[in-house]
């Protein structure tokens, strides 16, 4: 059974530009959320999709968008790349609540640095 | 907005020592908690985690946590720890199942032979 799988594992990026991010789910779970970490902090919370829809933001702007795919893929998008953007970027994805899948499971992460 | 407090940056550990990280959390109800184990460079590895019921939960490689509510706290404890437990801990919080999670800034871990 496939965790929770990123790519691309490390990218590098002018200020400016834009970035894709890819994320597949673990197996039987539908709900995909994405966060930033940067370095020497905790993970913050950018989003969540559900049913292909944004269910849930945290503080990130505009910038920052996404998308879920029919089959609970998701994309995270970054537009306008700043150095600051520059961080670990974390998938988790979780299953219908009530049941095992309300545990929360993480990817390896996208490192993304903004040069 | 519930938030969650890891108040020891590092801890230095001998192998072999018992290892006690600290979680403090603020919510109004009990959340759903969570202690997640980061090796450098790499994802987050769930631990363990705290839906209800019995208020001591066990991880995996030997890690145990206590959930007290009137101290809003979730420690992860572990007995005996190896030099492979050296990592960055931490600790999260969700309001509900699959919901968005809240992290502490993290505990790291460092291991003395």
């Known amino acids: 059974d496939a965790g929770v799988t990123q790519s691309p594992t490390h990218l590098i990026k002018t200020r400016g530009q834009q970035v894709t991010l890819r994320c597949s789910p673990k197996s039987g779970h539908d709900t995909v959320s994405w966060y930033q970490q940067a370095l020497g902090q905790g993970p913050q919370f950018i989003f969540q999709?559900?049913?292909?829809?944004?269910?849930q933001r945290g503080n990130f702007p505009d910038r920052f968008s996404g998308h879920q795919f029919p089959n609970y893929s998701s994309e995270l998008n970054v537009n306008a790349l700043l150095l600051g953007d520059s961080a670990l970027y974390l998938c988790?994805?979780?299953?219908?609540?009530?049941?095992?899948?309300?545990?929360?499971?993480f990817g390896e992460g996208s490192w993304l640095t903004v040069v | 907005a519930q938030s969650v407090t890891q108040p020891d940056i590092h801890i230095t550990v001998s192998e072999g020592a018992s290892l006690e990280l600290r979680c403090n959390y603020s919510?109004?109800?009990?959340?759903?908690l969570f202690w997640y184990v980061q090796s450098p460079g790499q994802g987050l590895q769930l631990l363990l985690k705290?839906?209800?019921?019995?208020?001591l939960v066990q991880g995996i490689k030997g890690f145990e946590a206590e959930f007290k509510r009137s101290q809003s706290s979730f420690n992860l404890r572990k007995p005996s720890v190896h030099w492979s437990d050296a990592a960055e801990y931490f600790c999260?919080?969700?309001?509900?199942?699959?919901?968005?999670?809240?992290f502490g800034g993290g505990t790291r871990v460092l291991v003395k032979p």
């Open positions: 705290y839906f209800s019921g019995d208020t």
């Open positions: 999260a919080v969700g309001i509900l199942a699959g919901n968005k999670l809240t």
């Open positions: 988790a994805s979780s299953g219908p609540t009530g049941s095992s899948g309300n545990t929360i499971y």
């Open positions: 999709y559900y049913e292909e829809e944004e269910r």
């Open positions: 919510y109004g109800a009990t959340p759903y």
